[in-house]
C-alpha cells in the first residue's frame, strides 16, 4: 500500500470511528514517512465543496499522529461549517496535503501558481492558500496575494508593507477522487 493510500484510509477510518461515537482508532504504519514531522491539512469536500478544512502549518508531532487530529478537527472543529454527521461521510471526499517546510519568498515573480502554497504573517494577522487553491479558482499571483491578505483578514496589498513576512511552501497532495502531487 502506498503512502497515500495508508494516509486516505487512516482518515476515513478515524472519521467512521469518531462520527460513530467511538473514540479515535488505534493507526498502525508501514510507511517511515508517517514517523516525519511536517505540516498537514485534511481537507473534507462533499459533492465538490468545502465541507471542512483544518491543518498544521509546521510538524509539531510525527504525521502518524497528526493526521487523525487533523481528519477529526477537519471534520468537527472548523469554524466556518457545522460538524460532520456520520450520515455524511459517504458522500465526503478526502483530500491531504503534506506540507514542505516553509521559505520567505525574496521577490513575488519567484511564485508560482500551481506549485507554491502562501502564508502570510502581518500584525498579529496571518492567513495561508494551499498550493491547490488559486488552481481550483484559477487565480492569477495577484489574485491569489489579494485573497491571502483576505484571508488574513488585512487589506489587498499588505504582503508588501515593512514587516510582513511572505512565506511559500509546495505539498504532497492526494485524494480518494485521484492521487496527484503538487
Keep these: 500500500m502506498s503512502f497515500a493510500e495508508e494516509a486516505l484510509l487512516a482518515v476515513r477510518k478515524t472519521l467512521q470511528e469518531v462520527l460513530s461515537g467511538r473514540p479515535s482508532p488505534a493507526l498502525s504504519f508501514s510507511d517511515p514517512r508517517f514517523n516525519e514531522h511536517c505540516g498537514i491539512f485534511v481537507t473534507l469536500k462533499k459533492h465538490g465543496e468545502l465541507r ?36 455524511e461521510l459517504s458522500a465526503i471526499n478526502i483530500e491531504i496535503s503534506v506540507l514542505t517546510p516553509m521559505v520567505k519568498v525574496a521577490d513575488i515573480s519567484d511564485i508560482k501558481i500551481g506549485r507554491d502554497g502562501l502564508m502570510l504573517q502581518y500584525r498579529g494577522h496571518s492567513g495561508l492558500l494551499l498550493p491547490q487553491v488559486p488552481v481550483e479558482w484559477n487565480w492569477d499571483v495577484e489574485e491569489f496575494l489579494e485573497n491571502l491578505c483576505h484571508k488574513a483578514g488585512l487589506p489587498p496589498g499588505s504582503h508588501l508593507q515593512p514587516g510582513a513576512t511572505l512565506l511559500k511552501f509546495s505539498a504532497d497532495i492526494f485524494s480518494e477522487d485521484s492521487h496527484s502531487s503538487v
Design 52 to 87: 471542512g478544512c483544518i491543518g498544521l502549518v509546521r510538524g509539531v508531532e510525527p504525521l502518524s499522529q497528526a493526521i487523525s487530529e487533523m481528519a477529526v478537527a477537519a471534520a468537527t472543529h472548523d469554524p466556518r461549517f457545522p460538524p460532520v454527521k456520520l450520515d
